[in-house]
């Protein structure tokens, strides 16, 4: 059987200096994701799919890369911060707790000297590997709830702020009478349609899988090459389970039909995780958004 940490090579850290640490930390990415990829008769590497979606809808402003290495790590993680962080929560990490690595952004800005002799200023950001801590790992006071999800986990409530992206996003939602077992369907115009009869979980299910639909494959400017209707699928039907999953919405990913789709092609697979975790966060967000200024009407 094989686990997630089977996906990734070992790193000796305390030996290792930062870039040494950066270098190990892309190494265990892309040996995990080249893994998944190529496990097309491996039903369990589906599993690990699946449990990355997880990670993905626990920690969805995380980049995939950073969810990718939660998962290798600590995949019960529930909330992550730094030791000083936690220190300003009111909390301490126990003695012996060992560290989750990730990717943390560091911009910078510098002056740089043309070759005429005057200067520039240069805005950029680079990436370091830190350190952080679930909360699992740290004794304290009791944790305050400003982080969890402003909607609360009820499908109506999802479907009702789903409803609302669609209108401001200038889409047309109608909800039909469908023929045979279709569930919902979108098209070029921004039209979205949406089984009149099935229950509320499964309408919102449906619409936030259009929606990506409508992210990822209607805007020319999102989709990529090549792009086959099967890869197209499993994009859409991922960002629908992390967004339900994110607002405690059971809902369920079919990741065994679809793992073999990408026939060992890590470098596509990378590709579709970054685009399903920017579409998550961004209808994630946005159904947050819209819930508040609703609450606050």
């Known amino acids: 059987m094989q686990t997630v940490a089977q996906f990734c090579p070992s790193v000796n850290e305390s030996k290792s200096t930062g870039k040494d640490k950066a270098k190990a930390l892309r190494e265990r990415i892309d040996v995990m994701v080249d893994g998944l990829a190529k496990a097309v008769d491996d039903v369990r ?23 990718m290495l939660i998962l290798w790590q600590r995949p019960d993680a529930s ?29 910078f800005h510098k002056e740089r000297e043309r070759n005429d002799g005057t200067t520039e200023s240069v805005d950029g ?38 409803e609302r992206v669609v209108a401001k996003r200038g889409f047309r939602l109608e909800y039909q009478t469908l023929d045979g077992s279709a569930n919902g369907f979108t098209d070029k115009s921004g039209r979205i349609v949406i089984r009149s009869d099935n229950p509320i979980g499964h309408k919102a299910h449906t619409l936030a899988h259009e929606l990506a639909h409508q992210a990822l494959h209607f805007d020319k400017a999102n989709r990529p090459d090549k792009l086959t209707r099967d890869v197209a699928e499993l994009e859409a039907e991922s960002v629908a389970y992390v967004v339900c999953k994110h607002f405690g919405i059971d809902a369920d990913v079919t990741a065994s039909r679809y793992i073999a789709l990408w026939s060992g092609d890590g ?5 579709s995780l970054q685009r399903i975790a920017e579409t998550a966060r961004t209808i994630i967000d946005e159904a947050e958004s819209v819930q508040a200024d609703k609450a606050v009407a």
């Open 45 to 67: 590497a589906s599993d690990t799919f699946k449990s990355y979606l997880d990670v993905q809808a626990r920690f969805h402003r995380y980049s995939w890369h950073n969810s």
């Open 79 to 107: 909330r992550v911060a730094g030791f000083q962080t936690w220190k300003k929560l009111g909390r301490h990490v126990r003695q012996g707790e060992r560290g989750i690595m990730i990717f943390a952004p560091c911009p």
């Open 125 to 162: 950001v680079f990436f370091k590997p830190v350190h952080v801590f679930d909360v699992s790992q740290t004794d304290g006071k009791a944790l305050p709830d400003v982080d969890v999800p402003i909607i609360d986990a009820d499908a109506e409530a999802l479907l009702t702020a789903l």
């Open 267 to 271: 470098k596509a697979m990378r590709e």
